[in-house]
């Protein structure tokens, strides 16, 4: 059965202070693992799509990296505004569905 | 470029009662998904559109029921409101069945009283 792990449930960092966010998954044949943003009580916001192990992907502060069993989401010298949950996604073999983490809670302290 | 819209974005509704939420998928894309998400978890599939069929659909009872237009837009309908029913409903679209990146609307938060 596809499973998506989002650890730590929540983060809280001083602005400034680098750290990242895990997303170990096991699925039947990845076709992609989607990393997403999420504001209270909005829709998820699209940051990256990773395909094959070794690939990376940047945004501003955000760095996505893929493994064959985890991906990071490095976040380097945060600003409050980074604060959001972060959510992780994989897409498998045939499926059409995102298969979802819990998501990780992101809290920045000026 | 208006990106995918839903509505309401918020409702209350009664047990035992129907709903319907509507989307608008973002211009090009002809795929819709359905997600339903609870506090403090990640959104859970529900079903797909594309050519106005039903492709897929996830572990939800048959009074989860949608439809998909000409034109791409979809309801999602909910028959016999549980309370458990309140989350927020998520539309994503994407430009095929097995497309890139979905991208989702502000969702409808639906509490059932």
């Known amino acids: 059965e596809d499973q998506v792990t989002q650890s730590p449930e929540a983060l809280r960092l001083q602005e400034g202070e680098s750290s990242s966010l895990n997303c170990s998954y096991t699925?039947?044949?990845?076709?992609?693992l989607f990393w997403y943003r999420q504001d209270p009580g909005k829709g998820p916001e699209f940051l990256f799509t990773?395909?094959?192990?070794?690939e990376e992907k940047e945004k501003e502060r955000l760095k996505a990296t893929l493994t064959k069993k985890e991906s990071f989401l490095h976040i380097t010298a945060p600003k409050p505004e980074d604060s959001a949950t972060y959510l992780c996604?994989?897409?498998?073999?045939?499926?059409?569905?995102?298969?979802w983490g819990a998501g990780t809670k992101l809290i920045i302290k000026p | 470029d208006a990106g995918v819209t839903q509505s309401p974005t918020h409702l209350i509704k009664t047990r035992g009662q129907q709903v319907t939420l509507r989307c608008s998928p973002k211009?090009?894309?002809?795929?819709v998904s359905w997600y339903q998400q609870a506090l403090g978890q990640g959104p859970q599939f529900i079903f797909q559109?594309?050519?106005?069929?039903?492709?897929q659909r996830g572990n939800f009872p048959d009074r989860f029921s949608g439809h998909q237009f000409p034109n791409y837009s979809s309801e999602l309908n909910v028959n016999a409101l549980l309370l458990g029913d309140s989350a927020l409903y998520l539309c994503?679209?994407?430009?095929?069945?097995?497309?890139?990146?979905?991208?989702f609307g502000q969702g409808t938060r639906l509490t059932v009283v």
């Open positions: 559109y594309y050519e106005e069929e039903e492709r």
């Open positions: 996604a994989v897409r498998s073999g045939s499926n059409y569905q995102l298969i």
């Open positions: 699925v039947s044949g990845l076709r992609g």
């Open positions: 990773l395909y094959s192990a070794g």
């Open positions: 994503a679209s994407s430009p095929t069945r097995f497309g890139t990146e979905a991208f």
């Open positions: 211009s090009g894309h002809d795929t």
